[in-house]
């Protein structure tokens, strides 16, 4: 990890924070820490930080994503060996509207697998392995660098592979191909959307009544705007559940999951009974 040229302390956190339009909110909700992630925060050691340079642009955060790190890259490498063997059997077994619903289906496994793996598992009552290492990722600074090891990683998208080909018969082996690396895209992007949202590169989200917006690109509006106003509902939402209430706001790649949910509630209540819960009311 890199060593820190702003160290963050636990009042400054909030005022770092990405959008222009949410500084001062996250500012609050970083006041309003649950108190058993507070006191969490308070025991966590100096070093948690000082050995950390947080990217704050993403020309910084591209290259310690798929540069520094390993993993990632690694991951992207696996990924492209498995588009390259589909693509080889194509002739013999040609794309079908079949092979992009078991693509679609793939992915939407990733979201929603992801969502109960972090509400179910990762905030587990019980504790083992995975909640300990979840823990200590909710005992840091929140702006840090987050990425999984690559034997996690890998390990992760090879023993889905495996259970995909073991439910398949051999015939099907270009669906099994399909679904891995539907799978294992979600699972890349997610494991970029988290890195960032704990970084400080700031989502440029340029107001539709702005004169500004009128000059921009129809790629910059049908697109990069799209996808910043994304990432800043996403950041929103982490920052929320690091920084409020970790009971609450779950979702990630697909942040309406926590409405499907019910675990996207209105911060104020959840302020409120946090309040009441400091000062000895239930």
């Known amino acids: 990890m890199w060593g820190s040229d702003f160290l963050l302390t636990k009042s400054k956190t909030a005022t770092h924070l990405g959008a222009r339009n949410v500084k001062m909110k996250l500012k609050r909700l970083h006041m309003n820490m649950t108190p058993s992630h507070a006191t969490r925060t308070n025991t966590a050691t100096t070093q948690t930080t000082t050995d950390q340079i947080v990217p704050s642009t993403l020309s910084q955060a591209l290259h310690h994503f798929f540069l520094k790190d390993i993993g990632p890259s690694l991951v992207l490498l696996t990924i492209s060996g498995f588009i390259y063997a589909r693509f080889q059997l194509s002739s013999s077994t040609p794309f079908s509207i079949t092979e992009l619903s078991i693509f679609s289906s793939s992915i939407l496994l990733w979201w929603v697998q992801e969502y109960f793996i972090h509400r179910v598992l990762l905030h587990s009552p019980l504790d083992w392995i995975g909640k300990s290492i979840h823990t200590s990722h909710h005992d840091k600074y929140y702006f840090h660098i987050s990425i999984d090891p690559p034997a996690l990683l890998l390990g992760w998208l090879f023993t889905a592979h495996f259970l995909i080909k073991a439910l398949l018969l051999p015939q099907y082996y270009h669906f099994c191909l399909t ?31 702005s004169p500004s917006y009128q000059q921009l690109s129809l790629v910059e509006r049908t697109i990069l705007q799209p996808i910043m106003r994304g990432y800043a509902k996403m950041r929103d939402n982490h920052i929320r559940h690091h920084l409020i209430d970790d009971r609450y706001w779950y979702a990630f790649s697909v942040v309406e999951m926590d409405d499907l949910f019910g675990t996207n509630p209105n911060v104020r209540d959840v302020k409120r009974e946090i309040r009441r819960s400091r000062e000895g009311f239930q």
Not at 199 to 207: C, D, N, Q
């Open 179 to 209: 679904a891995t690396i539907g799978y294992s895209l979600a699972g890349l992007v997610y494991e970029w959307s988290h890195y960032i949202v704990h970084t400080k590169v700031k989502p440029h989200i340029i107001p539709r009544s």
